[in-house]
């Protein structure tokens, strides 16, 4: 589903990315781990399209398509879904409003009618079972006065009712409690299967312990230098990054 | 959200609409202004000989005024012997309904959307369409007649209600109140009267069309609305304007009366030309005195207003709070994209006792635009337990345009309760662009999300004035990012 293939990028003319190879087949979760500063969010950054990242070199295809000619809006239509680290707060927009533009902008693009409001809250109540979140947030702006764990919950709440091909998990664990942990990595468990693939991307390994990943890559200064099934988590555990590094 | 996509569509790269000019026979003063331009004025409107007096007693303090420099606006001086005071349709009879108006005219009510036939039928408001400067055909006349409330142009008014003009123009904004106001004082054109008598509640949304046709014809409309004790009436004003290359005038003066018990509630989508938003050339300059006393006890004014027009927009709808338990609103949007510039907000003057008033401005700038919020409280020293409460949000669309707050609290008296909230944001790539990897575009994340700051003043605008309101600043903001 998705190639990645000598991929030099970076932010403000600084390279960050050094050479990426990553393939990611349907039905697979692939975990990233690395420091903080060793091309994680850059990496995320650029699958989807953020401004001010450039690629020097490589390619990036999705089902084929060379996804760096896309929009980021076009990406997104096209069934990629990030979970931001830091979701963003848009005072004034209503979640449940802007939840229901995002479906309606993916109905539309793939020719199916747009779902009305009233269709649209019995899918959302039932979405909101998965993530363990109450009514109240539908009534709330986007994240509005969310705690930093309800924040994360939103992120999987708009994956489950968005449904997309490839979800890129950015450091969803960082900054929840064991219990919050808990449901977002079951939610996105729940939500797996053949037709849809992950990369998750973490410090810890506390959240592959719930998650399982098929592979987990070791991102060093912008270039994987391991991978491996899910018992490299172990060991990173155990000896840290530094045994890597040289 | 496809519906803006399309509204917006359209929109994006398409010249401002509204720019054309009717070509009906215009009779047009030459420009310059003295003494015997006032009397030609007073005489073409056959207007009694008290009416005239009152004008050339404003037009000589006019004289001795100085015109203002104390504003954030920036402009090239006003010649005001350059500007022809009087432009009309060709006079014809008073006319008694609608089959007698210009043809020509009425095409033009119907370029500008405000079909006359289409309201009478389905909306049910009653239009007084002001033709530059002139009155033509007043709708419904009947049918508020029989609740005895009086709606017709202030012409109309000077002549068959001279007792009510006379007790209460100019009791609200004298005539040397400022410059501009002693300016239209001499020679405003037409606007509207509207009296509400004792405890009646008007049957429908009153509203009121203006457009300036003439090159350089100031528009200097007058209104005047009393709501006597227990009335109650809701006014819609809105405009649209055509291109032009020289600066269009508007200087207007709105007095507000209220009464014992009674409500006053006047909104107003504002869609005047803007200026070419390549150069900034032209556009209307929007100067306006519009000023509402709480005269009695528990009395309501109410102002909402939406600004997306004009060049320069330079107005402060203000409240006076005389009567004990008085209260008085102000919600406003004011748009400044492109070349705009805006100096606006209120004055809430609390006299009378347990008494409150509610500003919420909501300021956007985009592209060059620079965008001031001014406002004033003033609580006088018999204000006992007065109370104000402020919000003041201003949102920045790009790195060129500008907002600025100058809020002036004045309290005379300890029991004030008094609050004053401010902000100032960006739209962020951030929030846009986590709009984007939603699969929302740019133009509809900026939409949502300005839509969501306007909000709670949208939600002050009567109904069909709010659907109004959302598109314009739709269209208005297009361009305006990336």
Redesign the interface.
Known sequence: MLEIKNLHAGVDGKEILKGINLSVATGELHAIMGRNGSGKSTLANII????NYEVMAGSVTYNGIDLLEL???DR??SGI??S?QY??V?????NT??LR??L???L??NGIK?INAADFMRLIREKLKLVDMDEKYLRR?VNDGFSGGEKKRNEIL?MLT?EPQLSILDETDSGLDIDALKIVAEGVNNFRNSDRAFLAITHYQRLLEYMQPDFIHVLIDGKIVKSGDKSLAIELEEKGYSWLES | MSKNQQILDQAIGQEYEYGFTTDIEQETIPPGLNEDVIRLISSKKDEPEWMLEWRLKAYKQWLKMDEPDWSKLNYSNIDFQAISYYSAPKPKEKLKSLDEVDPKLLDTYNKLGIPLEEQKMLANVAVDAVFDSVSVATTFKEELGKAGVIFCSFSEAVKNHPNVIKKYLGSVVPTTDNYFAALNSAVFSDGSFVFIPKGVRCPMELSTYFRINAANTGQFERTLIVAEEGSHVSYLEGCTAPMRDENQLHAAVVELVAHKDAEIKYSTVQNWYPGDPKTGKGGIYNFVTKRGICLEANSKISWTQVETGSALTWKYPSCILKGDNSVGEFYSVALSNNFQQADTGTKMIHLGKNTRSTIISKGISAGKGQNTYRGSVKIMKGAENARNYSQCDSILIGNECGAHTFPYIDVRNPSAQMEHEASTSRIGEDQLFYCNQRGISTEDAVSMIVNGFCKRVFNELPMEFAVEAQKLMEVSLEGAVG
Do not use: C, W
Not at chain 1, 48 to 51: A, E, N, P, V
Not at chain 1, 90 to 94: A, D, H, K, S
């Open positions: 989807t399209g953020r401004d929009s980021p809006e997104a239509l879904f990030m931001f979701p963003v848009i005072p004034g927009v209503n409003y802007f533009a995002a309606n902008a993916k539309k693009h747009e702006a708009q968005l």
